[in-house]
């Protein structure tokens, strides 16, 4: 019998659902769980992006592969009110943003290229790479830094003759990290003067507290040739399902290669547009995505101070997205998240975390850290601080 590809070898399952096994058996023996896990936000999608899908037309045609010319419009819409300013045809809305980034890669890379990442990083990236026969390289950041970025020197020192881009994600998943403008800009001079691409994951933009401003790849001013923004409305919109991302870029030669991807894969999900353009039309849209950004804060304040109450957990305070990642007084993260599921709870409750390790390329590193993403109430995020520091002490005395 024939073997599957390397490719198909190389390729990770996602080690955000490694644990979905275990934590299956626990509800089974009757736990309840707090899932902290996966970046699911649990407000609802908006009533007007609802109602479009509900107005779908009778027949759901195939559409255009670039995205319905309305959605392209609501979304250039969308971007010239945040001073982005983008023609139709600098935009391709595509199936999520993991499809948005797989096209970058696919359009800037060959087989055997590189593309600079910052760790740790979505660890879906690394599946994206391998279908896209592209290696990263990481560039090292840390938890004691605030995951900020290095120095220019640094990043510059991993460069390599098969180096074509760099891929970042601010605000960060899995960190929570906001680069401020002036580390963009070290990028921007960095992607220019080695002749790189600048691949901008921007999916969580509205996502930033304490006053800080985003400030997009497209902000920045002589990067027409470089910059490639990855973006999605899965977040922001609560509409994980929908399957809506995009891709932009004022480079043409870009556009063009993506468009023929997209035009492979025929179109983009109908329905998850026909919501887009109902809820950018609807006078209140801004209002809601705000209301969400501030309950998110919220709750990352409320979640930040619980947390520094658990003795030997070690955090900085993230400023944007809706993850944390803090180093636990533990040896393997990932074993404990396993132990979590099987051998812990506090009067029938329990967690499901995602260990750290798997955010990083670089091996041994993140391995007393994991994930939080705050997606939960602030009860239950309380409530599962207490259940961290229990099982932390529970832990500690069983080893």
């Known amino acids: 019998?024939?073997?599957?590809?390397?490719?198909?070898?190389?390729?990770?399952?996602?080690?955000?659902?490694?644990?979905?096994?275990?934590?299956?058996?626990?509800?089974?023996a009757g736990k309840k769980i707090y899932n902290l896990n996966i970046g699911?936000?649990?407000?609802?999608?908006?009533?007007?992006?609802?109602?479009?899908?509900?107005?779908?037309?009778?027949?759901?045609?195939?559409?255009?592969?670039?995205?319905?010319?309305?959605?392209?419009?609501?979304?250039?819409?969308?971007?010239?009110?945040?001073?982005?300013?983008?023609?139709?045809?600098?935009?391709i809305i595509t199936t999520g943003g993991s499809e948005a980034i797989s096209f970058a890669l696919m359009a800037v890379c060959d087989a055997g290229?590189?593309?600079?990442?910052?760790?740790?990083?979505?660890?879906?990236?690394?599946?994206?790479?391998?279908?896209?026969?592209?290696?990263?390289?990481?560039?090292?950041?840390?938890?004691?830094?605030?995951?900020?970025?290095?120095?220019?020197?640094?990043?510059?020192?991993r460069i390599t003759s098969r180096t074509k881009a760099i891929l970042f994600c601010s605000p960060g998943n899995p960190t929570g990290a906001v680069y401020s403008r002036k580390e963009k800009e070290m990028l921007g001079e960095i992607a220019k003067k080695h002749d790189l691409y600048l691949i901008s994951d921007e999916v969580y933009r509205e996502f930033v507290y304490d006053g800080l401003k985003h400030t997009s790849v497209m902000d920045l001013p002589g990067l027409e040739e470089h910059a490639i923004l990855v973006d999605s409305i899965?977040?922001?919109?609560?509409?994980?399902?929908?399957?809506?991302?995009?891709?932009?870029?004022?480079?043409?030669?870009?556009?063009?290669?993506?468009?023929?991807?997209?035009?492979?894969?025929?179109c983009p999900p109908t329905l998850g547009q026909l919501g887009l353009i109902r809820f950018i039309q609807s006078p209140t849209y801004q209002h809601e995505i705000d209301t969400m950004i501030q309950k998110f804060e919220s709750r990352r304040n409320v979640l930040f101070e619980e947390m520094q109450k658990i003795k030997g957990v070690f955090c900085r305070k993230p400023r944007g997205a809706f993850y944390l990642m803090p180093k636990l007084p533990v040896d393997d993260a990932e074993k404990f998240c396993a132990w979590l599921l099987t051998d812990f709870d506090l009067d029938g409750d329990t967690l499901l975390l995602s260990a750290a390790a798997d955010f990083y390329q670089t091996k041994g590193k993140g391995r007393d850290e994991v994930r939080i993403a705050y997606v939960l109430n602030e009860d239950a995020l309380k409530r599962s601080m207490i259940i961290l520091g229990e099982a932390l002490k529970a832990y500690a005395k069983k080893n």
């Open 1 to 28: 019998m024939a073997g599957i590809s390397a490719r198909a070898q190389k390729t990770q399952f996602s080690p955000i659902r490694k644990l979905k096994p275990l934590a299956d058996q626990a509800i089974k």
């Open 40 to 91: 699911q936000p649990d407000i609802p999608t908006p009533k007007a992006f609802m109602e479009g899908v509900k107005n779908a037309p009778p027949v759901l045609a195939y559409g255009p592969s670039q995205g319905l010319d309305e959605a392209v419009r609501a979304l250039a819409n969308y971007y010239e009110r945040k001073n982005i300013l983008l023609k139709n045809d600098e935009i």
């Open 113 to 157: 290229d590189q593309v600079l990442v910052p760790e740790p990083f979505y660890t879906n990236y690394n599946s994206y790479a391998t279908m896209a026969n592209v290696e990263i390289l990481p560039i090292a950041t840390s938890p004691e830094e605030g995951f900020a970025l290095p120095s220019k020197t640094e990043i510059e020192s």
């Open 234 to 266: 899965s977040k922001r919109l609560s509409a994980c399902g929908a399957r809506i991302g995009a891709l932009t870029s004022k480079n043409r030669e870009v556009m063009k290669a993506t468009l023929k991807f997209a035009q492979a894969r025929l």
